[in-house]
């Protein structure tokens, strides 16, 4: 099991060696999703050229973790209502994320419980910090303004006037900007993001990720 401080995503090993994925970046999922809020273009216009119902320009955490494993990206978890068996895990992320501080006093606990499974700690709090703190060493001039939103600077951001949603304004080029619209992510920030998790630098024990694969 690898958990995300945030928990952002847990990844589940079971006994039968069956490799699960979990996206668990909920905060927004029933008060959007569930009551049918739109997620329109131009969210998904980078590398999905099409809505998914990512809130962001292009692919997420989760997407890259995938990609990684040369696994196809999981199912939205509300396709359960047509049908998907989810196979290779459920993806809640397909509309919001939080992230809570990096201490996370639950993990001794949970080792003592789960003593046949493999639990990996991830600090998603200091990988985002350093992002942030250190924006321009990553290409990123501006960390607070959002790329899509409205208002123009210094954030481009107005809770009555979201993303996608009418009178919005959207930047040119999302590579430059670390937030997508002022709450979620750019693709580009998610990339960075994925390759620290990827490099076990922040992970306690440093596994890497594709060990879930391996044993």
């Keep these: 099991m690898v958990i995300f401080g945030g928990i952002d995503i847990a990844i589940v ?34 590398f999905f050229r099409q809505s998914t119902g990512r809130l962001s320009d292009g692919r997420l955490l989760i997407d890259f973790l995938c990609q990684s494993l040369n696994a196809s990206f999981l199912s939205p978890y509300m396709d359960s209502l047509g049908g998907s068996r989810f196979t290779n895990g459920a993806n809640f992320a397909v509309v919001g994320s939080s992230t809570l501080p990096k201490t996370a006093p639950f993990m001794p606990k949970m080792r003592s419980q789960l003593t046949g499974a493999t639990i990996v700690y991830v600090d998603m709090y200091s990988i985002k910090y350093d992002l942030i703190a250190n924006s321009s060493k990553y290409g990123f001039s501006n960390p607070l303004m959002a790329c899509c939103g409205f208002g123009g600077a210094p954030y481009n951001y107005n809770i009555k006037v979201t993303c996608g949603q009418p009178g919005y304004q959207v930047c040119d080029e999302g590579s430059k900007f670390l937030s997508w619209d002022g709450i979620h992510y750019t693709e580009a920030a998610n990339a960075i993001i994925a390759s620290k998790v990827l490099s076990t630098a922040y992970s306690s024990p440093r596994a890497l990720f594709d060990f879930f694969c391996r044993n």
């Design 13 to 46: 090993q079971e006994p039968a060696y069956h490799l699960q994925l979990w996206g668990f970046q909920l905060r927004h999922w029933w008060t959007r999703r569930g009551l049918g809020f739109p997620v329109n273009l131009p969210n998904g216009r980078l």
